[in-house]
T-cell receptor, first 115, second 116 residues
């Protein structure tokens, strides 16, 4: 079974600084998707970024980028120029391609942004 | 921008009662999902649904749970006889289809279920 591990329960970053959240996963598959979702205090799950395993190029979305290391099964999220609105719980998730396949989530990292 | 909606936002019920949680997926999406998140824990998959039938379900999704797409827009999760441990945030998600199968899942705002 696939597992997703987030080893940092909490992280803190100063406004305007850069922070990296870690995620590792375990799978025997060669083709899959990886995601980062953000969950603010409202508890809504918001998609931040996605990466397809067959693509070597790391995904970027504005201030958010990933470092995808397929051989190491590592998928970290870098947030640049952190803003107060980035404070949230961040979940890493894994999914295989195919019909209606489920997301497997990590336990999350709570990010605090300080002035 | 299209979004997944869920009602109610908060449901309080007595143990043993039936509840129905409602979701309206994004209109052109064909895959639908329910997840739950017990307070302070990670998000767990319950069930996926496609073409009017269950595609996959987890061990959590036992006989007390059922899903239905009663019309062209709603997707519901029913819990027949709620238990205290069913208290959680329930998220609905939907995804469209691409050439490689189901695409990215977009989540609704969740329904907080409290069982007393």
């Amino acid at each position: 079974a696939q597992t997703v591990t987030q080893s940092q329960p909490e992280m803190s970053v100063q406004e305007a600084e850069t922070v990296t959240l870690s995620c590792t996963y375990d799978t025997s598959e060669s083709d899959y998707y990886l995601f980062w979702y953000k969950q603010p205090p409202s508890r809504q799950m918001i998609l931040v970024i996605r990466q397809e395993a067959y693509k070597q190029q790391n995904a970027t979305e504005n201030r958010f980028s990933v470092n995808f290391q397929k051989a190491a099964k590592s998928f970290s999220l870098k947030i640049s120029d952190s803003q107060l609105g980035d404070a949230a719980m961040y979940f890493c998730a894994y999914r295989m391609p195919g019909t209606a396949s489920k997301l497997t989530f990590g336990t999350g990292t709570r990010l605090q942004v300080t002035l | 921008e299209p979004e997944v909606t869920q009602t109610p936002s908060h449901q309080v019920t007595q143990m043993g009662q039936e509840v129905i949680l409602r979701c309206v997926p994004i209109s052109n999406h064909l895959y639908f999902y329910w997840y739950r998140q017990i307070l302070g824990q990670k998000v767990e998959f319950l069930v996926s649904f496609y073409n009017n039938e269950i595609s996959e379900k987890s061990e959590i999704f036992d006989d007390q749970f059922s899903v239905e797409r009663p019309d062209g827009s709603n997707f519901t999760l029913k819990i027949r006889s709620t238990k205290l441990e069913d208290s959680a945030m329930y998220f609905c998600a939907s995804s469209e289809v691409n050439t490689r199968g189901a695409d990215t899942q977009y989540f609704g705002p969740g329904t907080r279920l409290t069982v007393l």
